[in-house]
């Protein structure tokens, strides 16, 4: 089969399975199969393409993740290893470490901690881009852990990971930031939440939990549709100041930050 009439397989199989972007997602999976990118796939369309593809296009019609299928993910300037021990990192995740680095400007060495670090997609993107910080990474799940910390190696970057839940807000920080679980139920959701860990993704009442028990400077939280007047009406009561909404690229509401 060559790289044309692949593409046209996969892209009506991913269409049928009720993929939101087949196209692209045949892009990806043939780009990875034949080591090269997207834009590589169409300078040789008559290339032959060996049967590795099938046993990923079969997953990806099974709605896994693209991300697990392909086993990494781009977050910001990194190429993360991506499974089913942590969530794979989103795009409107990055609005979190944006807001993050605003707001440790004119701060040296800056203490940071991220609390659910999951793969490591937001504290490594904190190391990586400010390199005087400390970054320690906390979470409750080892795999989660097990996962950053490959991350991290294969990156290069020195941050802290270890066992830890809210708890570790007391300590005393410049920053702590956290993507905690927001959603009531996978339930009615895109079924490729199925296979993300449920219990980094479901819960409520972190994000008052966190304001309450940290001590820090600046608080940085991602939010769920809907909820970010209420998470910043929480962080005013506990006594944050200059409390921020701010809205990712599709223009909801995905981050709340406060001072103090």
Known sequence: MTAREALATAEQRLAAAGIDSPRVDAELLLAHVLGTTRSGVYADLDREVDGSLEPLLSRREQREPLAY????????RLILKTDARALVPRPETEIVVERALVLLEGIPAPRVLDIGVGSGAIALALKDERPDAEVVGVDVSRDALSLARENAHALGLDVELREGGLESAAAG????????????TLEGLQPELQYEPARALVGQGFHERIARSAHTRFLVLEVGDGQAEAVAAALSVVGYRAVTITYDLAGLARVVDGSR
Do not use: I, K, Q, T
């Not at 392909?70 to 910001?76: A, D, Y």
């Not at 920080?173 to 009531?184: A, E, F, H, M, R």
């Open 69 to 76: 299928v392909l086993g990494e993910w781009g977050f910001r």
């Open 173 to 184: 920080w410049d920053l702590v930031v956290s993507n905690p679980p927001y959603v009531d």
